[in-house]
């Protein structure tokens, strides 16, 4: 029915950039919202930037002013920009979408996670 991909996890130094990429597919009508979560090792899953259709965003504190979250409605697609990147930011990273696939029906998709690692 619905498919989110993501892409853009790799290996980066600290301070560098990585630039994240999720495209929703399949039978969508609308997407209500769409954000980024992480997890790493011994911790858990957190909210790290979600945006809404409306273009409403929400970070979490540990990435502000480093990440930005933008969405490209036409597409389907939500991007994080990440800069100056951290070794604390190593994790798995995980699209999550609220999709509406018909008149009153609204669920939440995940994707199946991109690893990010930040080396010092």
């Known amino acids: 029915q619905v498919q989110l991909v993501e892409s853009g996890g790799g290996l980066v130094q600290a301070g560098g950039s990585l630039r994240l990429s999720c495209a929703a597919s399949?039978?969508?009508?609308?997407?209500?919202?769409m954000g980024w979560y992480r997890q790493a090792p011994g911790k858990q899953r957190e909210l790290v930037a979600a945006?809404?259709?409306?273009?409403?965003?929400n970070y979490a504190d540990s990435v502000k002013g480093r990440f930005t979250i933008s969405r490209d409605n036409a597409k389907n697609t939500v991007l994080l920009q990440m800069n100056s990147l951290k070794p604390e930011d190593t994790a798995v990273y995980y699209c999550n979408a609220d999709i509406t696939i018909q008149v009153l029906t609204t669920r939440s998709y995940w994707g199946q996670g991109t690893q990010v690692t930040v080396s010092s």
């Open positions: 399949g039978s969508i009508f609308s997407i209500k919202a």
């Open positions: 945006i809404t259709s409306g273009g409403n965003t």
